[in-house]
Nanobody, 114 residues
Framework: QVQLVESGGGLVQPGGSLRLSCAAS????????MGWYRQAPGKQRELVAR???????HYADYVKGRFTISRENAKNTVYLQMNSVKPEDTAVYYC????????WGQGTQVTVSS
């Protein structure tokens, strides 16, 4: 069965950094578009960033220049490097794998607070 397991969330101060990881199993990872989404309390889930099998990236405007998505196909893992974080980045962050089917991880909490 397909599993996407996120890790790396936690509490970070404003202006700090955090690196999220998502390890995938049960899929042909290299062909999938991998993405990070987030959902804050009372809000809809929104796209943060995605990366294609060829390494092309797309970012939401509110994270451009601060977050970087990358993938390591040999490890079936996608990363989200979060720099200069802000309180409004507080949310549950979800990993997504999309190709013929759509898969989601369970999410990891990121809290930005002093």
């Amino acid at each position: 069965q397909v599993q996407l397991v996120e890790s790396g969330g936690g509490l970070v101060q404003p202006g700090g950094s955090l690196r999220l990881s998502c390890a995938a199993s049960g899929i042909s990872f290299g062909i999938y578009v991998m993405g990070w989404y987030r959902q804050a309390p009372g809000k809809q889930r929104e796209l943060v960033a995605r990366i294609t099998s060829g390494g092309d990236t797309h970012y939401a405007d509110y994270v451009k220049g601060r977050f970087t998505i990358s993938r390591e196909n040999a490890k079936n893992t996608v990363y989200l490097q979060m720099n200069s974080v802000k309180p409004e980045d507080t949310a549950v962050y979800y990993c997504n794998a999309w190709w013929a089917s759509d898969y989601w991880g369970q999410g990891t909490q990121v809290t930005v607070s002093s």
